[in-house]
């Protein structure tokens, strides 16, 4: 069974910086990226970045890095200066893509259960 | 463009029909996916490529590609099937992906 399960909740104050790890099992780590999602309280899901080539959405680059420990099937995204248009729940992942003949497609399968950041003063 | 349009919302009564749509240029190139997110859930994928359901998606999904839309079809909807419904696809530069605005779908 493919899974991916992420840290836990976190509290910050504006200014700092947070870290979320994502393990994944069931698969073969190193063959998939992944991606990192947030969704913003009544907002809908905004693609922040992915591991393949750390390719960041332009309205993060400069705040994020996202890394990966394939000893350990584990992936993190680091998201730093926050505010608090950045309490979100955050989620991972894994890449999906494919061709059936005609065109390819391209997006995720497998999620994370997501972790909820809270920035705060 | 890299942007994927849905319609905000859309109600279906139980056991009817409804189609939730996603436009946008990249969808000419490639397939969307489709994602279902519950309150409290995280999102499910429950289409892709464009036709294709992911194991234990039932079979009352479909989905369709024209142009630049892509469809996702619920045929004979359930109570269950409430939630919110997200396209997904990447821009034809290959580095960016992006999620559609999403329709939220209510069941009568």
């Known amino acids: 069974q493919v899974l991916l399960v992420q840290s836990g909740a976190e509290v910050k104050k504006p200014g700092a910086s947070v870290n979320i790890s994502c393990k994944a099992s069931?698969?073969?780590?190193?063959?998939?990226?992944l991606h990192w999602v947030r969704q913003a309280p009544g907002q809908g899901l905004e693609w922040m970045g992915w591991t393949g080539g750390t390719i960041y959405a332009q309205k993060f680059q400069g705040r994020v890095t996202m890394t990966r420990d394939t000893s350990i099937s584990t992936a993190y995204m680091e998201l730093s200066g926050l505010t608090s248009d950045d309490t979100a729940i955050y989620y991972c992942?894994?890449?999906?893509?494919?061709?059936?003949?005609?065109?390819?497609?391209?997006?995720?399968?497998?999620w994370g259960q997501g972790t909820t950041v809270t920035v705060s003063s | 463009s890299s942007e994927l349009t849905q319609d905000p919302a859309v109600s279906v009564a139980l056991g009817q029909t409804v189609r939730i749509t996603c436009q946008g240029d990249s969808l000419r190139s490639y397939y969307a996916n489709w994602h279902q997110r519950k309150p409290g859930q995280a999102p499910v994928l429950v289409m892709y490529?464009?036709?294709k359901r992911p194991s234990g998606i039932p079979d009352r999904f479909s989905g369709s590609s024209s142009g630049n839309t892509a469809s996702l079809t619920i045929t004979g909807a359930r109570a269950e099937d409430e939630g919110d419904y997200y396209c997904?696809?990447?821009?034809?530069?290959?580095?960016?992906?992006?999620f559609g605005t999403g329709t939220k779908v209510t069941v009568l």
């Open positions: 992942a894994r890449d999906h893509r494919g061709y059936d003949g005609k065109q390819y497609y391209y997006g995720v399968d497998v």
């Open positions: 069931g698969y073969s780590f190193t063959g998939y990226n």
């Open positions: 997904n696809s990447r821009d034809n530069t290959g580095n960016y992906y992006f």
């Open positions: 490529g464009p036709h």
